[in-house]
């Protein structure tokens, strides 16, 4: 008895000091800390350290500013769900607002409360599939374009044809009707973002003009006109299932509609993540299922089985397994989303150690996808892993889409129209890489190629 007593005291001593510990990890250079390994290569840098540095919590020093890096799926399940109450968006995604206003992505409490009810159902099941005759629509006329031994940039084909769908489900526009220009304003507005964000830039006060914040504001100026113009010619037109509209005539518990303001806000944020991180999913599934030919003719032996020679429906997403698996494993391998932060808002403790208020909290896709703990050769393109469930997978192992209360609203839209986009193409074409060099890849706010992805086209016409 007396030993257990001893043993129970030992260790709880042990947990004190374990909680007023510092969490392990690099000391970096004076004054900037590791802000310039991390800004040389940021994937890399995040990899190593979760490789040196085991335990879940990760302490790193970005010049005055410390953040704490989660890689436990455990932990990040705390952060991102059972204790998200204790956190907000952190300080980076919330400098985000200076061009997305206080969308979803951007607002917290109350504020965040109310836009959520607006918008979520408009994107349950039921409106979604509304939106599945668009997604296949647009689809076969970009492949219509195609011609076979023709090199075409794969990334700016998917870029265009997303932007094309989410003109038409969420505006009720062409993409002459002024979505093209969004997608400029917001591309030009990212670019300069992490530019700061990488550099001591980055704790330069807000107010003081620096040339990449001046470039910024004439750009959000411009995203303006395009998104109140557009809102405002909804607002004249005819009733439709464009998300423009149902949020136009949303109504909340008091009756109350949203703003000009807050649409334009919504609508940017649904844009951005509508169009760009679909469009880089479905460019890396492309280039995985190019590499691996096995693959690719389970894959449209899957398609033929199902569809044969007619269009896609949304009924057929549950139909189409391992093509939902290969979406599932090509965003396991190069997650749109790289990484989220969270910020606390009280002193909470995770894995043992102490998140003081304030603090800036990460967690890296890029980094828990790949981690061999949960994933078999997890540098391997395997959709098969996804056909089984796997019991010992923790939860949060895969979250390409955030988790817990905060997780994106539009991830069900997100995923149907990944499938069925590939269904549709690979009904009508395969595409050849022209180049069998390394994917180069850059983690700017999502996770971009940084030069066009070639391929070959090879028209598939049946008779």
């Known amino acids: 008895m007396s030993t257990t007593v001893h043993e129970a005291s030992w260790r709880g001593v042990e947990s004190r000091e374990r909680k007023a510990a510092t969490p392990p990890g690099p000391r970096g250079t004076p004054l900037i800390g590791v802000l310039k390994p991390f800004s040389d290569n940021p994937l890399d840098f995040v990899t190593q350290t979760a490789r040196r540095w085991e335990g879940g919590v990760i302490r790193l020093p970005f010049g005055p500013v410390t953040q704490y890096f989660i890689t436990d799926p455990a932990l990040i399940e705390e952060v991102l769900l059972t204790r998200s109450g204790s956190f907000i968006k952190d300080e980076m995604t919330r400098k985000l607002s ?54 075409r940039d794969i990334h700016e084909e998917m870029m265009h044809l997303t932007l094309e769908i ?13 979505a093209h220009k969004v997608g400029q304003c917001l591309e030009s507005m990212m670019e300069v973002f992490v530019a700061e964000e990488r550099t001591l830039l980055r704790f330069v006060p807000d107010w003081i003009p620096t040339p990449s914040r001046v470039k910024a504001r004439k750009g959000i100026g411009d995203l303006d006109a395009v998104l109140f113009g557009m809102i405002e010619a909804r607002r004249q037109g005819a009733p439709g299932d464009d998300l423009l509209w149902l949020l136009l005539t949303a109504e909340d518990d008091e009756g109350g509609r949203m703003s000009d303001l807050q649409l334009r806000d919504e609508a940017v944020t649904l844009f951005l993540a509508g169009h760009e991180t679909t469009a880089l999913a479905l460019s890396f599934a492309l280039t995985l299922i190019a590499e691996h030919s096995a693959f690719e003719r389970r894959l449209t032996d899957e398609i033929d089985a199902v569809l044969g020679d007619r269009p896609a429906t949304a009924d057929d997403f549950m139909r189409l397994p391992l093509t939902t698996a290969a979406v599932k494993e090509a965003m396991r ?131």
């Open 333 to 463: 391998l190069y997650p749109p989303a790289w990484a989220i932060g969270r910020e606390a808002i009280e002193e909470v403790e995770i894995g043992g150690y102490t998140i003081p208020k304030g603090g800036q909290v990460f967690m890296s896709q890029w980094v828990t996808h790949r981690d061999p703990r949960w994933f078999k050769d997890p540098e391997r393109f395997d959709p098969e892993r996804w056909m089984v469930e796997d019991p010992d997978r923790p939860r949060f192992a895969y979250f390409p889409f955030g988790g817990g209360p905060r997780v994106c609203v539009g991830n069900h839209f997100a995923m149907m129209e990944m499938v069925l986009v590939l269904a549709t193409l690979y009904q009508r074409a395969r595409v050849r890489r022209t180049s069998w060099e390394k994917l180069e890849i850059s983690p700017a706010v999502t996770l971009r190629p940084t030069g066009p992805i070639n391929m070959r086209i090879e028209r598939i016409d049946k008779a």
């Open 166 to 178: 989410v003109a038409e489900t969420l505006f009720g526009a062409s993409v002459g009707d002024g």
């Open 98 to 151: 200076t061009a997305l206003g206080q969308g979803l992505l951007t607002t917290e409490g109350e504020a965040w409360k109310r836009s959520r009810k607006l918008v979520a159902p408009k994107l349950r099941k039921k409106q979604i599939e509304a939106y599945a005759d668009a997604m296949v629509r647009h689809t076969e006329a970009a492949v219509g374009k195609w011609e076979t031994g023709e090199v």
